[in-house]
């Protein structure tokens, strides 16, 4: 009886009803279409920072985060992938390494960040194949071939096929120094980094630094961003007898998590104002309802109506 009635009376004012319903119906939708948006968004922009550069996971040395160094490496760094590729989630790992030096094209020289990386597996890993804007990707195998981030190659005049000279310290103590001829000038994203960044064969800067066999850094790219802390914690478990620091992309890129955070934190203070607007529209639409029946809901305590039952009234025709 109670619904029959709560229908009737939402037709009584056929021009409140639907505009309060379309209010509820945009609302809404705007809250659904605002929080898949930002969802996307949010998800895409991780992505790209971590998939496309960092890695989900990092494997490092203890206290290389904190404090990086040339000796803090990683030691049979091969065994440690072979059980990192195992692992369920891991979709890719690559190893790096990590120096600066002082790189010199002609009279033209500028403090550098050596990278070493494996050709194979960091486009396995980062698809760093497609980062490459002019010349090609580094070979398969060790060939004395650099890679120059977009801005250093400005910085140098550098051309496709020149040769760089690059000068650093061995981790022996001794004088590193080698020469490498420019195959490609790579976009990475990171204006930055790509001011400073000359990419090696790992093996070239393996033995550019003499740290044969040993690395700085395995980055890990998982299949599902959302399963990042559960993949971190079962590699934690296989490698727990390398004694090695693991972590997943929110403790080794914490000023980019907690931007990502504020933002966040942006975007529900964004949506709850547009609930709240929703809200009191429907509110003051009830309320007037009511007030306006006042008499109507007093005939009804008259003739026996409970004030729960009217209570429910109220809350069916706002439904």
Same mark, same amino acid.
């Given at each position: 009886?109670m619904?029959?009635?709560?229908?009737?009376?939402?037709l009584?004012?056929?021009?409140?009803?639907?505009?309060?319903?379309?209010?509820?119906?945009?609302?809404?939708?705007?809250l659904?279409?605002?929080? !898949?948006?930002? &969802?996307?968004?949010?998800?895409?922009?991780i992505?790209?920072?971590t998939?496309?550069?960092?890695?989900?996971?990092?494997?490092?040395?203890?206290? %290389?985060? &904190?404090?990086?160094?040339?000796?803090? $490496?990683?030691?049979?760094?091969?065994?440690?992938?072979?059980?990192?590729?195992?692992?369920?989630?891991?979709?890719?790992w690559?190893?790096?390494?990590?120096?600066?030096?002082? !790189?010199?094209?002609g009279?033209?020289?500028t403090?550098?960040?050596v990278?070493?990386?494996?050709?194979?597996? *960091?486009?396995?890993? $980062?698809?760093?194949?497609?980062?490459?804007?002019?010349?090609r990707?580094?070979?398969?195998?060790p060939?004395? *071939?650099?890679?120059?981030?977009?801005?250093?190659?400005?910085?140098?005049?550098?051309?496709? #096929?020149?040769?760089?000279?690059?000068?650093?310290q061995? @981790?022996? !103590?001794?004088?590193?120094n &080698?020469? %490498?001829?420019?195959?490609?000038?790579?976009?990475?994203g &990171?204006p930055?980094?790509?001011?400073?960044?000359?990419?090696?064969?790992?093996?070239?800067?393996?033995?550019?630094?003499?740290?044969?066999?040993?690395?700085?850094?395995?980055?890990?790219?998982?299949?599902?961003?959302?399963r990042?802390?559960?993949? $971190?914690?079962?590699?934690?478990?296989?490698?727990s #007898?390398?004694?090695?620091?693991i972590?997943?992309?929110? *403790?080794f890129?914490?000023?980019?998590?907690?931007?990502?955070?504020?933002?966040?934190? !942006?975007?529900?203070? @964004?949506?709850?104002?547009?609930?709240?607007v929703?809200?009191?529209?429907?509110?003051? @639409?009830?309320?007037?309802?009511?007030?306006e029946?006042?008499?109507?809901y007093?005939?009804?305590?008259?003739?026996?109506?409970?004030?729960?039952q009217?209570?429910?009234?109220?809350?069916?025709?706002?439904?």
């Amino acid at each position: 009886m109670m619904l029959k009635i709560a229908f009737r009376n939402t037709l009584r004012q056929k021009r409140r009803t639907i505009l309060t319903s379309l209010a509820m119906i945009v609302g809404f939708t705007l809250l659904s279409f605002s929080i !898949g948006l930002s &969802d996307g968004s949010y998800s895409f922009v991780i992505n790209m920072f971590t998939r496309n550069r960092l890695g989900h996971i990092q494997i490092h040395h203890h206290g %290389y985060l &904190d404090k990086p160094s040339l000796y803090a $490496t990683i030691n049979n760094y091969q065994s440690v992938g072979q059980i990192i590729k195992n692992v369920k989630g891991v979709e890719a790992w690559a190893p790096r390494i990590y120096s600066v030096g002082l !790189g010199s094209i002609g009279e033209k020289s500028t403090a550098i960040e050596v990278v070493g990386i494996d050709a194979v597996r *960091e486009v396995m890993a $980062t698809q760093f194949d497609k980062k490459v804007i002019s010349g090609r990707s580094l070979s398969s195998i060790p060939a004395k *071939e650099a890679i120059l981030g977009r801005g250093l190659a400005e910085i140098l005049k550098a051309d496709i #096929d020149q040769e760089i000279m690059i000068v650093s310290q061995g @981790a022996d !103590g001794s004088i590193a120094n &080698d020469i %490498y001829t420019v195959v490609g000038v790579v976009d990475s994203g &990171d204006p930055l980094r790509d001011r400073m960044a000359c990419y090696l064969h790992i093996k070239d800067a393996q033995e550019l630094f003499v740290l044969e066999g040993r690395i700085h850094e395995i980055a890990v790219i998982v299949s599902d961003l959302s399963r990042v802390s559960k993949v $971190t914690e079962r590699i934690k478990v296989k490698l727990s #007898d390398f004694s090695l620091a693991i972590a997943p992309w929110q *403790e080794f890129a914490k000023s980019f998590y907690q931007a990502m955070q504020v933002d966040q934190q !942006g975007m529900w203070i @964004a949506l709850f104002i547009i609930i709240l607007v929703v809200a009191v529209g429907v509110l003051n @639409a009830v309320l007037m309802s009511v007030l306006e029946r006042t008499r109507e809901y007093g005939m009804l305590k008259a003739v026996g109506t409970k004030p729960r039952q009217i209570f429910w009234l109220v809350l069916y025709e706002v439904n």
